[in-house]
Nanobody, 120 residues
Framework: QVQLVESGGGLVQTGGSLRLSCTSS????????MAWHRQAPGKERELVAL???????NYSDSVKGRFTISRDNAKNAVYLQMNTLKPEDTAVYSC??????????????WGQGTQVTVSS
């Protein structure tokens, strides 16, 4: 059974920091591209950051320079360090694991999400 479990969300003031964690089980974690998405009330889910199996990271323009994604394959975990938080960062943050086989079969798993609220 595949599980992705997020933690680290909470309430923080503008300018503060939070570190989200996502631990996985039931998958060969090291081969997966891991990502963080977020969804704010009334808005579509958006990709925040992703990190490939070889450690290459990409970020949305809205968080570039403030957020850092990292992974620890030994712990089957991915992290999102969020600095200089803004009220518009308020959302439910979800962890995603994605792998595409050479023949095109895709594996896609999601965590349940963790709430991040940034007060002004």
């Amino acid at each position: 059974q595949v599980q992705l479990v997020e933690s680290g969300g909470g309430l923080v003031q503008t300018g503060g920091s939070l570190r989200l964690s996502c631990t996985s089980s039931g998958i060969a974690f090291s081969i997966y591209t891991m990502a963080w998405h977020r969804q704010a009330p009334g808005k579509e889910r958006e990709l925040v950051a992703l990190i490939t199996r070889d450690g290459s990271a990409n970020y949305s323009d809205s968080v570039k320079g403030r957020f850092t994604i990292s992974r620890d394959n030994a712990k089957n975990a991915v992290y999102l360090q969020m600095n200089t938080l803004k009220p518009e960062d308020t959302a439910v943050y979800s962890c995603n694991a994605h792998y595409t086989m050479s023949r095109g079969t895709e594996f896609d798993y999601w965590g349940q999400g963790t709430q991040v609220t940034v007060s002004s």
